[in-house]
């Protein structure tokens, strides 16, 4: 751990239940994680039914002191949550249709990873033991950022030659004329 970062193990936890269509066999979804966990590949921690919860892998949490007010969002949801991202996987031949791609207490960076829409984010609720390490840490590096309103540069748009283009470049005529009017000109010339 450094000043600027800090970084924990956690495991997660892949529950597999049937799919609720005809076109997905399996529907995948994070359930919860586990704080300080050791290495882990799939391996099958119960098994109700059909529905089978994997400790699917390990991944490393780091934090940084930069994205303080990100974790704070995190902290606040209700209950405080950390995010999981799972991705399809990439070999056709895997045993598993995801992998988990990812860990993080970011709710800014989760929202970063929805917006691609390949990947699944689970918001998984977070064990009292991350929380108060999050917190923690949060609270060493927080500082509150004092909003400062952006002022408009004081340009004068009054200079603004209405239907001209650069003044750099030489035309003979306005610059909206259409192109076939355009052609015509050229052809004149």
């Given at each position: 751990m450094t000043e600027k970062t800090a970084q924990l193990p956690i495991g997660v936890v892949v529950r597999r239940q049937p799919g609720v269509t005809r076109w997905e066999k399996w529907a995948?979804?994070?359930?919860a994680v586990l704080p300080g966990a050791g290495p882990a590949d799939?391996?099958?921690?119960?098994?109700e039914g059909e529905a089978v919860e994997y400790h699917a892998a390990t991944c490393t949490l780091e934090v940084h002191r930069a994205d303080t007010e990100a974790y704070l969002v995190a902290l606040s949801t209700e209950p405080p949550s950390v995010y999981v991202v799972l991705r399809a996987s990439?070999?056709?031949d895997a045993e598993h249709d995801v992998e988990v791609f990812a860990v993080t207490a970011s709710a800014f960076e989760a929202q970063d990873y929805l917006d691609t829409s390949e990947d699944i984010v689970e918001a998984v609720p977070m064990p009292p033991s991350l929380i108060a390490w999050?917190?923690?840490?949060?609270g060493r590096h927080h500082k509150e950022e004092k909003f400062v309103k952006r002022r408009r540069d004081?340009?004068?748009t009054e200079l603004v030659e209405d239907g001209r283009g650069d003044a750099r470049v030489r035309q003979e005529a306005d610059v909206y004329r259409s192109p076939a009017g355009r052609r015509k000109q050229e052809?004149?010339?």
């Open positions: 995948w979804r994070a359930v799939w391996r099958e921690l119960r098994r990439e070999d056709p999050l917190s923690d840490f949060v004081r340009v004068d052809k004149l010339h």
